[in-house]
């Protein structure tokens, strides 16, 4: 799997949901590989997407197709300055990876210098789901610098709020907090989703 992620300021939040969701018509037809995708607005008007591809290859394929240049254009021309792009081909799944029907998403962007301890955290997944059993599912997407972004998925905030709340098992809060110092999160209130 292949992610990409968009980060940038947008003041026009309904613009831009309303031209995402002319995206399957204007410019996914003919996209190959695209298995779908989590959107938000944070409280600052951050847009973030967390896009989803089988392949780096079939992302690039879809770039250059004119329609969606055309569509990403559009895009641009809503959001209020540059847009941040972060490609991902190294990308792990905890419990196939989140469900369209999370009501809350959070979105965490750190550094870490040894990417396996976080995988193998999100690999135990029996564990998490006993502890934290309104977390839907994750992704991990880690870059070659090591700046990752983790996507969880959640039932529903006050949830998610609660369980933050859960003091883990003494490993697993060693690993959480070398890996989320300094991190930043973003919240998404209201995430809305696309699969192919």
């Given at each position: 799997?292949?992610?990409?992620?968009?980060?940038?300021?947008?003041?026009?939040?309904?613009?831009?949901?309303?031209?995402?969701?002319?995206?399957?018509?204007?410019?996914?037809?003919?996209?190959?590989?695209?298995?779908?995708?989590?959107?938000?607005?944070?409280?600052?008007?951050?847009?973030?997407?967390?896009?989803?591809?089988?392949?780096?290859?079939?992302?690039?394929?879809?770039?250059?197709?004119?329609?969606?240049?055309?569509?990403?254009?559009?895009?641009?021309?809503?959001?209020?300055?540059?847009?941040?792009?972060h490609d991902c081909n190294?990308?792990?799944?905890?419990?196939?990876?989140?469900?369209?029907?999370?009501?809350?998403?959070?979105?965490?962007?750190?550094?870490?210098?040894?990417?396996?301890?976080?995988?193998?955290?999100?690999?135990?997944?029996?564990?998490?789901?006993?502890?934290?059993?309104?977390?839907?599912?994750?992704?991990?997407?880690?870059?070659?610098?090591?700046?990752?972004?983790?996507?969880?998925?959640?039932?529903?905030?006050?949830s998610a709020r609660k369980?933050?709340?859960?003091?883990?098992?003494?490993?697993?809060?060693?690993?959480?907090?070398?890996?989320?110092?300094?991190?930043?999160?973003?919240?998404?209130?209201?995430?809305?989703?696309e699969s192919a």
């Amino acid at each position: 799997m292949f992610i990409q992620i968009i980060e940038g300021k947008c003041t026009r939040q309904d613009e831009l949901r309303e031209l995402a969701s002319k995206w399957r018509d204007e410019a996914g037809r003919g996209a190959v590989g695209w298995l779908g995708g989590t959107y938000g607005f944070t409280d600052d008007d951050r847009f973030v997407g967390v896009v989803r591809f089988e392949s780096r290859e079939a992302a690039e394929a879809n770039s250059r197709r004119p329609e969606q240049s055309q569509w990403a254009e559009k895009m641009m021309a809503i959001m209020d300055g540059p847009v941040e792009f972060h490609d991902c081909n190294d990308v792990t799944l905890m419990m196939d990876g989140g469900s369209d029907s999370a009501g809350f998403v959070q979105i965490i962007r750190g550094r870490i210098d040894d990417p396996s301890k976080l995988k193998e955290l999100m690999g135990d997944t029996d564990m998490l789901h006993e502890m934290r059993p309104e977390i839907l599912g994750a992704t991990l997407a880690i870059e070659e610098d090591g700046t990752f972004t983790e996507t969880i998925a959640f039932t529903d905030e006050a949830s998610a709020r609660k369980g933050e709340r859960l003091e883990p098992p003494e490993e697993v809060r060693s690993v959480l907090d070398s890996v989320m110092a300094g991190a930043t999160f973003y919240d998404l209130h209201h995430p809305w989703f696309e699969s192919a």
